[in-house]
């Protein structure tokens, strides 16, 4: 991940979210299990919506947050969790792919607390808790959903 401001990040983690979609809706197709087709289908989805609701904060955001330089946290942490390379679902049971997707998720929200957390101007602050507020949300409901599909 290259990103020297929020903006960045916000595009950053946009095109995370889009990437891991196609990720997980290559493997539902290549899944013997049926659960974990929908399983990986239904978050498929769901990271499309973030990605879009992302792409939304990245075009709407305040200007003065969305150009806060936030490269402190990179190089504390220059090879990021979340880079670690594709991940093959298909091989991986319904548990396996829901704690994997939520540790995933769960790297972004620390990045956005992080950030939060060194925020000088309430605008950026108010950004980066939502942005915060959104992921965590996101990640219990899909881990809620998901584990519904997987008792089905």
């Known amino acids: 991940m290259h990103a020297e401001t929020l903006r960045n990040v916000l595009h950053w983690t946009k095109e995370f979210h889009q990437q891991l979609s196609k990720s ?5 197709g290549l899944h013997e299990n049926e659960g974990s087709r929908l399983l990986l289908d239904y978050l498929a989805r769901h990271e499309t919506l973030l990605s879009n609701v992302i792409d ?8 003065k947050a969305l150009n ?17 390379g594709e991940i093959h679902y ?10 994997t997707v939520m540790e995933k998720h769960q790297h972004i929200i620390e990045l956005y607390r992080y950030l939060h957390a060194k925020a000088a101007t309430p605008s950026t602050q108010e950004l980066l808790e939502n942005l915060m507020k959104l992921e965590e949300h996101e990640a219990m409901l899909m881990s809620q959903n998901g584990n519904r599909l997987d008792e089905m």
């Not at 997980?24 to 539902?28: E, G």
């Not at 939304?56 to 200007?63: K, P, Q």
């Not at 298909?90 to 704690?99: D, F, H, K, T, V």
């Open 24 to 28: 997980l809706s290559q493997s539902a």
């Open 90 to 99: 298909e091989s991986l049971n319904s548990q396996q792919i829901i704690e």
């Open 68 to 84: 806060t330089w936030c490269y402190e946290y990179l190089e504390m942490h220059p090879t990021h969790p979340l880079a670690d």
């Open 56 to 63: 939304g904060f990245e075009h709407t955001g305040e200007l």
